[in-house]
């Protein structure tokens, strides 16, 4: 029997009321058959393109994001996140502090990501998520060096780690999880929910660029080596190990213009907090995703599968075509001020003025 054509080049939605008008002795056989290939014609128009990355890097601007690192006063990393998110950039999903050998009171790191939220709510800015204290120890490499043998901390960051990522990872958009800090508790969440691994990607910034790859170390990358083991084997990694002059992005000559409101007031007091430390610029790890050209130059690697009990440094990377994971070796250092300057200057006059 010759079927009618009649539907071809048809919205998914008219397919389905073109095939009711067809003749009953067709319908059941056209039924089935456009079921299947609208489905995947529908499914396909959705996903084709949409899931192609923005830069060099697997994930952009469209995922969402959840930040993991201590203190808030020695770098800009909060306060990109929340402009960047408010400025049709990545949307804020969560907040996880920590501690650290530099910043171990939880209390004061707490605190500060609270000022930093409350100055944010006061100027208008919305969609931004109230932090969460995490406690957990460095996690500890198991006598026979298996990763499945390790103890779970079971973290209130874990925790929202896999949380977040069940709400809002797609197949073809996962969560990313952006670390200033120690890659604790992101390990942390595989340990305690292994299928947390199809749902985020995990950008860091810590560590450098070698000559045959990039060494897990100083900064950030020294904190919790087995952590590292666990998320370069087990995770979607990205090591940021590009820094720039964070100094240039609030100059003092420049403090006068900053917004009158409580966000602006919030970065005049704390500009000379920063550290004048080009690698305490964790910010680098929210760039990387939110703005495609600050990448300038990326490496695929591999990780060596584990460390000694001992280590003071995560694994080391290796350059390789085949890497599963990612290196950003160089980026774009003029790109941030610009950028966090024209995002406040995006925002509503309500988060502009008192």
């Given amino acids: ?70 203190g808030v006063y020695d770098n800009w990393q909060g306060e990109y996140a929340m402009l960047l998110a408010s400025t049709g950039g990545p949307q804020l999903a969560g907040i996880a502090v920590g501690t650290s050998v530099n910043l171990p009171d939880i209390e004061q790191n707490i605190a500060g990501w609270r000022g930093l939220v409350e100055a944010a709510h006061a100027s208008g800015l919305t969609d931004i998520p109230d932090p969460t204290a995490s406690i957990g120890a460095k996690l500890v490499r198991p006598a026979n060096g298996q990763i499945e043998a390790t103890t779970p901390n079971r973290s209130e960051g874990a925790r929202l780690i896999v949380q977040r990522s069940k709400e809002l990872s797609l197949p073809y958009r996962p969560l990313v999880v952006v670390t200033g800090g120690r890659l604790t508790d992101v390990a942390d969440a595989y340990l305690i929910d292994p299928t947390v691994a199809r749902r985020i990607v995990v950008v860091s910034s810590l560590g450098s660029a070698t000559d045959t790859g990039g060494a897990m170390a100083a900064p950030n990358g020294e904190m919790d080596p087995w952590a590292g083991v666990i998320v370069t084997a087990r995770l979607r990694f990205v090591q940021v190990s590009a820094f ?111």
């Fill in 1 to 70: 029997m010759m079927l009618s054509t009649d539907c071809a080049g048809r919205s998914c939605n008219e397919n389905a009321r073109c095939a009711a008008m067809i003749a009953p002795s067709a319908r059941q056989f056209l039924g089935a058959l456009a079921l299947a290939l609208g489905v995947l014609g529908c499914s396909e128009a959705r996903n084709l393109g949409s899931s192609s990355p923005h830069g060099r890097l697997p994930v952009d601007e469209r995922n969402p994001i959840l930040l993991s690192n201590d």
């Fill in 244 to 354: 720039y002059d964070q100094l240039a992005d609030v100059p003092s000559s420049r403090l006068s213009d900053l917004p009158t409101s409580a966000l602006g007031e919030w970065i005049r007091a704390k500009q000379a907090k920063v550290w004048d430390l080009p690698q305490a610029a964790d910010q680098v790890a929210v760039l990387a995703v939110a703005e495609p050209a600050f990448a300038a130059e990326v490496d695929r690697v591999f990780a060596a599968p584990s460390v000694a009990a001992d280590a003071t440094a995560g694994p080391e990377l290796f350059s390789s075509p085949d890497g599963t994971a990612w290196l950003v070796r160089r980026c774009d250092g003029a790109l941030p001020a610009e950028r966090f300057w024209q995002a406040l200057g995006q925002l509503p006059t309500a988060a502009r003025t008192p």
